[in-house]
């Protein structure tokens, strides 16, 4: 059980953690509604895993080079990520809200913060908790993935926003770009 609420507040934590996949699913929601939010809320179901193995495997091996290797990679990827909600236009004609799971795939396997907590933090962790493992996966994910959603469904129902909604967006977007010079 302690395992289980461990999980339950560290999945809450990054959940409502301000980064790229949370201004993306709260973008995808403002813009195209909160079924999209949620799809890219969904993100991390898939993009953890084969970084879960890859760290259990070689967590041990790497040098630490290769993490500040991996940090310097994902404040240059804010960097980015915030330009682009910052000067970005709302465009007239928006992809489907099915391209928001893509849109978040592709932000999460992009953003080192995963890398770096499951290969310096979350392994050790793991290894350290033994048979109880599962029961902080399911915690972690569970409101990882649902803080997430939860936003995107508030996001989604507050079209009455408008020029706000825009304004909200840029000004995370500056808050990346901060973020991305001084982590």
Same mark, same amino acid.
């Given at each position: 059980?302690e395992a289980f609420l461990l999980g339950l507040s560290l999945g809450l934590a990054a959940g409502l953690s301000p980064g790229p996949l949370l201004f993306l699913v709260l973008r995808e929601a403002a813009r195209k509604g909160p079924r999209?939010? @949620? ?7 898939? +993009?953890? +895993?084969?970084?879960?193995? #890859? #760290?259990?495997?070689? &967590? ?9 290797? @991996? ?9 980015? +990520? ?15 809200? &099915? ?27 793991? #290894? %350290?908790?033994?048979?109880? #493992? ?8 569970? +409101? ?12 989604? %129902? ?22 991305? @010079?001084?982590?």
């Amino acid at each position: 059980m302690e395992a289980f609420l461990l999980g339950l507040s560290l999945g809450l934590a990054a959940g409502l953690s301000p980064g790229p996949l949370l201004f993306l699913v709260l973008r995808e929601a403002a813009r195209k509604g909160p079924r999209a939010g @949620v799809l890219a809320a969904l993100a991390p179901l898939l +993009t953890d +895993t084969p970084v879960v193995v #890859a #760290a259990w495997l070689l &967590a041990r091996k790497l040098p630490p080079e290769f993490l500040r290797g @991996v940090g310097v990679l994902g404040g240059l990827w804010l960097l980015y +990520t915030g330009a682009r909600g910052l000067f970005a236009q709302p465009k007239e004609a928006e992809a489907p809200a &099915a391209e928001s799971l893509k849109a978040g795939v592709l932000a999460n396997l992009s953003n080192p913060h995963m890398y770096l907590f499951w290969f310096s933090v979350g392994m050790p962790l793991l #290894a %350290r908790l033994g048979n109880a #493992a599962a029961l902080f996966l399911l915690g972690f994910y569970l +409101t990882l993935v649902g803080s997430k959603a939860a936003l995107a469904l508030l996001a989604g %129902r507050l079209p009455a926003l408008g020029r706000a909604a825009d304004f909200l967006l840029a000004l995370a977007g500056a808050w990346l770009i901060l973020r991305s @010079v001084a982590p």
